[in-house]
């Protein structure tokens, strides 16, 4: 999987990175979170991370191009590139 987080927004801002390989991890609240290559890691604004199947974030997602990104930013909660990772049960770099 790339180093490389992408912006999308429906209501609100994430972050996302599309899987290359499987995943599974257990997130801040205990629950078990599975994902499959092509599925999305994706970063709330409240700091948890999740996974969403393909289908589902690709039909509810768009990408945010440079320009508005940059707009955004100035709005967002995000904070650069300070995001914590979950403790992958298969050992793969997030």
Known sequence: MSDDWN??????LVRAKQLT????FTDPLGREHCGRP???LVHSTNGLL????REIFEDVY???????LE?????SSFSGNNISTPRATNNLRI
């Not at 390989?21 to 599974?24: E, F, G, K, R, S």
């Open 7 to 12: 912006t999308y927004r429906t209501r609100f």
């Open 21 to 24: 390989d499987p995943l599974t």
């Open 38 to 40: 092509g599925d999305y």
């Open 50 to 53: 999740r996974i969403a199947p």
């Open 62 to 68: 768009v990408v945010l191009e440079q320009q508005n």
């Open 71 to 75: 707009r955004e930013n100035c709005r």
